[in-house]
T-cell receptor, first 113, second 107 residues
């Protein structure tokens, strides 16, 4: 089944812990993105990557880190430095060569307890 | 950066009614997409429409790039159309999202 897979669907974290959210795509897309959504709000860009081993900060990168060691994978780490990490996190991918339509995974809902 | 404004912020419809959602953006774009976010949070692609008009069943969209706006039309609305509709645009950067229109369709 082609698409973007995010895991886990729900994640609970204690304050002071780092957690890593997984995002995998088998669409052979070049670019991958991480967005954050707070209740009643639109999506805000955290990080994006257009090529393996390279990534750029988005509008709200503080307290987050990413890696892009493989084309298919773009994990997001929410560090203890992120002041308000409780949110819904969405991963997306797009093909740079075939137009820029983006497709999204099903999201991970992170709650700090 | 590009600014995206969606209107109205909230919309309540009786089942069977028609509606028009608007998206205004502040700069020229290479990409414009409409999404429907379902109650479980998943973003469903509705249209990729940087310019022109497209139709898919009861939904259609028009983008007038020179005037920097896009319209999403929903005809004969059904309760399953409820949710949040997002417009997102990009120039040479990742998608920038509006705050969405929350649609509630009542039986």
């Amino acid at each position: 089944d082609g698409g973007i897979t995010q895991s886990p669907k729900y994640l609970f974290r204690k304050e002071g812990q780092n957690v890593t959210l997984s995002c995998e795509q088998n669409l052979n897309h070049d670019a991958m993105y991480w967005y954050r959504q707070d209740p009643g709000q639109g999506l805000r860009l955290i990080y994006y990557s257009q090529i393996v081993n390279d990534f750029q900060k988005g509008d709200i990168a503080e307290g987050y880190s990413v890696s892009r060691e493989k084309k298919e994978s773009f994990p997001l780490t929410v560090t203890s430095a992120q002041k308000n990490p409780t949110a819904f996190y969405l991963c997306a991918s797009s093909s740079l060569s075939k137009g820029t339509e983006a497709f999204f995974g099903q999201g991970t809902r992170l709650t700090v307890v | 950066g590009i600014q995206v404004e969606q209107s109205p912020p909230d919309l309540i419809l009786q089942e069977g009614a028609n509606s028009t959602l608007r998206c205004n953006f502040s700069d020229s774009v290479n990409n414009l997409q409409w999404f429907h976010q379902n109650p479980w949070g998943q973003l469903i692609n509705l249209f990729y429409i940087p310019s022109g008009t497209k139709q898919n069943g009861r939904l259609s969209a028009t983008t007038v790039a020179t005037e920097r706006y896009s319209l999403l039309y929903i005809s004969s609305s059904q309760t399953t159309d409820s949710g949040v509709y997002f417009c997102a645009v990009s120039g040479n950067t990742p998608l920038v999202f509006g705050k969405g229109t929350r649609l509630s369709v009542i039986a």
